[in-house]
């Protein structure tokens, strides 16, 4: 079977387009179907402000609204829940960035998800974390 150029370009590019929703989808879609692979209990901290706007390891730009969170290892796109231990409270956030990079920390948070489980202002607090995907 022979394609033409315009073919197999319209092909390429309705593949970057679905892989594209696909990391762009939330974390909360991603989790729907996703199953169990990784949990850890630690230590969690949030963003600062000032790194609103600046690009993070996948290359997006940080947004301090959004659910996003920086891990050592995960792959980026995880979704992943996040349960305070303190009150019980969880949020879901994508994987985009690396980090923390304080050795008792094993996750930060975008400002939004600090909030969501009621730890912005805070600082830190306990979490358990489920990777799903």
């Known amino acids: 079977m022979k394609f033409s150029g315009l073919a197999v370009s319209a092909l390429i590019t309705a593949i970057f387009i679905a892989c ?12 729907a179907s996703g199953t ?3 949990a850890d209990e630690g230590r969690a901290s949030y963003y600062a ?3 609103h706007g600046k690009r993070t390891a996948n290359g997006e730009t ?3 609204q959004e659910y996003t969170a ?3 290892s995960l792959p980026f796109g995880t979704a992943v829940r996040v349960t305070n231990l303190d009150n019980g ?3 879901m956030v994508r994987i985009n960035d690396r980090g923390p990079h304080l050795k008792n920390r094993i996750i930060d948070l975008s400002p939004a998800a600090a ?3 009621g730890i912005f202002g805070k600082g830190t607090a306990r979490v358990r974390i489920e990777s799903l995907n």
Do not use: K, Q
């Open 70 to 72: 920086a891990h050592r």
């Open 36 to 38: 169990l692979f990784h």
């Open 49 to 51: 402000d000032s790194f």
């Open 62 to 64: 940080f947004r301090l």
């Open 115 to 117: 909030r969501e489980i």
């Open 20 to 31: 594209g929703n696909s990391v762009n989808a939330t974390a909360a879609e991603s989790a």
């Open 89 to 91: 409270r969880n949020v």
